[in-house]
């Protein structure tokens, strides 16, 4: 058996801020991976994804882009390459492939079983990511077994899906890239929206992601927020990373031939049936994109440097049509295929601790749960906006990393 | 970016008491089994297409809850379909029902927001094609093909603010739910 001050599970972002933060506090730890640093980016993701974020944004503690296009935004195997140059650079305590199987909580602090054995700690930082397990609604068991069922962990590219037609349920970022790239191989494509956040790319001249983030939108706290459940449970913005920095939103999409139909509520006997409410979802995703281009707008206002931005703008409502489809047969029109772009939930199954809600999520305050020394990080709205993104795993991982340096101290009192 | 402010909300008044909903949803949220309701109506038949229904008590927060009084809604159908015309039809009850959900939840959701309200009138119009319940044409539903709500909004807000109002209490109107999306009906006979 091992022993360390502070095992982190997962070296991914949010797992090496905190090591970095332990680090410079001389808290002894160790990050358990069950991979390569950085695995999931590595082996999850589909094969045309890059970072919604652009590279500059990517900024962790004691490390920033250095490359020579800041405003990119960078595949998965450059994001691999950084984190991994940051684990060396951190020369953070990483054991690679050590997958933690259980974790029990004694007196003294956590036991941690893993397939490479057994460590003891006064105290644990989760941070093994949001986005383990790709949640799939449980109508979907009403799916024909001749339909192609994936999540997008499974899916790679548009090649190796069967021939014919694809439903794609959900209308986030995921959702709107998959379909993107799919329809544009001559397949079709029906993608069932629900709550969805549509955003353009690039506003006044500027990224999105850099004018949330001088607006102070990504800093707003979890102690801030009006309505802080909803705030964690918002889909994803609808943005793609590509080098021409286009938007992508559902005007696009129906005009490249996608087929927008409503949020998907029922499935039996090879034919799907789709909510009515699909205007008032593009009304709510259309005014709340206004709300966030109007505070920009004050923000160049009140900041004096209008001339240094392009003029405000608003964009086309999103139309999708008068005639939205309410019921799809599979067979008679050619879908063969169902991707179930539905969200992502953690994995806490080696979590042998009593901190779950009835819906199976850690209760924690900012990161903090309520059991002595256990820590969470990288989840949506953890602490701020910006929790669950890269740029966000520093501000995090500091606060947390000084509660838990708080906490041994009391504990050792 | 939302419109809520306390200073605000205090000095409008919808007639909705958002501190006591606020509190509900609170306490619901640690009791979902006080959450599960039951809404009853019992329906006697008149004379041809003319019903009398009754509307009393609910089972909701864990027991039977009983009203001041019982309501009575009757329904019948026009002259132009052979009947007496003595109520509205079934499909305008419908209607009827979408139209007060929406209009209830914009007063809620704007006393919320801290909007003070000074009139909302909602007009509603559904299509139907009878050669659905005429049994005319197989491939035509019995339902509406589509229906179409305005609302006329008079209040101290912008009009994107307006909007929002409305987008929400469609978001959280259970009436609009039950319309635009499919729900499993059991029926049984003595």
């Known amino acids: 058996m091992k022993v360390t001050t502070t095992v982190i599970v997962g070296a991914g972002h949010s797992g090496l801020a905190m090591s970095r933060h332990l680090a410079d506090r001389s808290i002894d730890h160790v990050l358990l991976e069950r991979g390569e640093v950085a695995n999931s980016w590595a082996t999850e993701r589909w094969d045309s994804l890059r970072l919604l974020t652009p590279n500059w944004q990517s900024r962790l503690p004691g490390f920033a882009y250095d490359g020579r296009d800041p405003d990119g935004y960078m595949q998965m195997s450059e994001v691999v390459g950084y984190l991994r140059r940051y684990a060396e650079l951190s020369r953070a305590p990483v054991q690679t492939s050590t997958r933690v199987v259980r974790v029990v909580k004694t007196d003294a602090g956590y036991e941690v079983t893993t397939d490479q054995g057994l460590w003891r700690c006064k105290a644990l930082v989760i941070a093994s990511g949001a986005c383990n397990i790709a949640s799939v609604p449980k109508l979907a068991d009403g799916l024909p077994a001749s339909i192609a069922s994936l999540t997008p962990m499974d899916y790679r590219n548009p090649s190796l899906l069967p021939d014919g037609g694809v439903m794609i349920v959900g209308a986030s970022a995921t959702g709107v890239q998959l379909a993107s790239e799919i329809q544009a191989t001559g397949r079709q494509v029906v993608l069932s929206t629900g709550e969805h956040v549509r955003v353009p790319r690039v506003y006044r001249g500027r990224d999105i992601k850099w004018w949330m983030d001088v607006i102070g939108a990504m800093d707003l706290r979890y102690d801030e927020v009006d309505d802080l459940k909803r705030a964690r449970n918002l889909p994803s913005l609808q943005l793609v990373g590509t080098p021409e920095r286009r938007s992508i939103d559902l005007n696009g999409l129906r005009e490249s031939g996608v087929e927008i139909i409503g949020r998907l509520v029922g499935l039996q006997g090879g034919k799907a049936q789709f909510s009515g409410a699909l205007a008032n979802q593009c009304a709510l995703a259309d005014l709340k994109m206004n709300r966030l281009l109007t505070s920009i707008d004050m923000w160049v206002t009140e900041s004096g440097q209008g001339g240094s931005f392009e003029a405000a703008c608003r964009y086309p409502p999103t139309d999708i049509g008068t005639n939205a489809r309410l019921s799809l047969e599979f067979a008679g029109n050619g879908i063969r295929t169902v991707i179930w772009a539905t969200g992502y939930r953690p994995d806490y199954s080696w979590l042998d601790v009593p901190v779950f809600d009835r819906k199976g999520r850690i209760v924690h305050d900012g990161g903090v749960v309520n059991v002595p020394g256990l820590y969470v990080l990288g989840l949506p709205f953890l602490r701020r906006r910006k929790s669950s993104f890269i740029d966000g795993a520093g501000d995090d991982a500091a606060d947390l990393a000084g509660r838990l340096s708080q906490d041994l101290d009391r504990a050792a009192a | ?190």
């Open chain 2, 1 to 190: 970016m939302t419109t809520t402010n306390d200073a605000n909300t205090a000095k409008v008044n919808n007639g909705v008491n958002v501190d006591a909903l606020l509190g509900a949803r609170e306490a619901l949220e640690q009791t979902p089994e006080a959450a599960q309701f039951k809404w009853r109506a019992t329906c006697d038949w008149v004379n041809g297409t003319h019903s009398r229904s009754v509307i009393g008590g609910f089972f909701g927060l864990g027991a039977e809850q009983g009203r001041d009084q019982s309501f009575t809604v009757e329904a019948d159908h026009p002259k132009q379909f052979a009947a007496e015309d003595l109520a509205p039809t079934p499909v305008e009850l419908v209607l009827s029902g979408l139209a007060s959900c929406l209009t209830g939840g914009i007063a809620a959701v704007a006393q919320r927001r801290g909007i003070q309200l000074h009139s909302v009138k909602a007009t509603v119009e559904a299509d139907m094609d009878l050669q659905g319940i005429l049994g005319i044409d197989e491939d035509v539903r019995n339902g509406f093909s589509a229906v179409r709500v305005h609302f006329d909004i008079k209040a101290d807000a912008s009009q994107d603010d307006i909007k929002a109002l409305v987008a929400q209490s469609q978001k959280r109107s259970a009436v609009f739910d039950i319309i635009t999306s499919p729900t499993n009906v059991y029926v049984t006979v003595n």
